[in-house]
């Protein structure tokens, strides 16, 4: 007969998810070992099976969750009446309060890729082509004239601007939302007005 799911499974996967990513920044994904993991959960090596077959499975759940959970917020924003810069600058501000607090998660995601099989590495970067796809629509709405037959341009441009973003992510990931909002300011005012834009 097969086991029943407690009320509160999904809750435990959280906190699970939650304490493992920890771990795994921290130790290293290869250091880490599955007594550590549930150690820091506050449950059992065995009690962690339940839930997941081994550090690998684990792992991709961590990056599939984060990184849909972040497709699902930056491109579901309800800003298609805005005007295309205010849109833009909607996603800037959106993306920096998505990375508050996911330092983790971030951390993994560089050498976590490497360690998932190549279909489940094809799953997570779809994701991140879908964010970056929503950049990339949104700036070409700004400026058509520069970017409507210059895909190389575009594609340049967008990941610049994730470049501003994750500089920020690495050097200022304990600031709160008054700060993040203001560099949000700062990206948008660079990217579409260039310097002069900040004064």
Known sequence: MA???AKDYDQKRQHILKQAAMVFAELGFDRATMAQLGAACGISKGNIYHYYDGKEALLFDILDSYLSGLRNRICGLDIAS???????????????L?????DHQHRIQSKGFGMLPKAQQGQLK???????????TTLRQVAP???????ARLHATTMSVFGMLNWYYMW???????????YAGTVSAL?????????
């Open 3 to 5: 086991r029943p799911i």
């Open 82 to 96: 805005l005007p295309p810069e205010k849109q833009f600058h909607a996603l800037v501000l959106e993306t920096l």
């Open 98 to 102: 998505a990375y508050e607090g996911a």
């Open 126 to 136: 779809n994701y991140q082509r879908d964010i970056i796809g929503c950049f990339s």
């Open 145 to 151: 004239e520069i970017f409507a037959n210059d895909k």
């Open 172 to 182: 200022n990931a304990e600031s709160g939302t008054a700060a993040r909002t203001d």
């Open 191 to 199: 990217t579409l007005h260039g310097l002069r834009g900040l004064m």
